[in-house]
């Protein structure tokens, strides 16, 4: 059976830890941390960031021709609708960030 592909929130590369979303959210623009749990430092890897701006710019797009072409919404529905995605998608960043062992 196919598996779903379905973010996690990232884990400590040496004592597989998970994190919490607001843990995470205070680490994603920082370079570098250290667990929590083991107090190893590990790098923050933000690779797949670019796949969920892929993911939400294609999303955008289809949604925008949708509603512009087949259900004719004014501008102000098409911005708020916009807007919601954009908060979908920044609360998604934590899902899409990792942690790397740093190469000493």
């Not at 710019?57 to 995605?85: P, R, S």
Request: aromatic share 14%; charged share 15%; hydrophobic share 55%.
């Amino acid at each position: 059976m196919a598996k779903l592909f379905l973010p996690s929130l990232p884990v400590c590369p040496y004592c597989k830890t998970i994190y919490r979303y607001g843990d995470v959210g205070s680490l994603v623009l920082k370079r570098t941390g250290s667990c929590y749990h083991c107090g190893k430092s590990f790098k923050i890897s933000k690779k797949k960031l670019l796949i969920l701006l892929l993911e939400f710019l294609i999303l955008y797009a289809l949604i925008d021709l949708f509603f512009i072409g087949v259900a004719k919404v004014t501008l102000v529905v098409l911005f708020i609708i916009n807007v919601l995605l954009v908060a979908a998608g920044i609360v998604m960043i934590p899902y899409y960030i990792m942690f790397v062992e740093q190469n000493k």
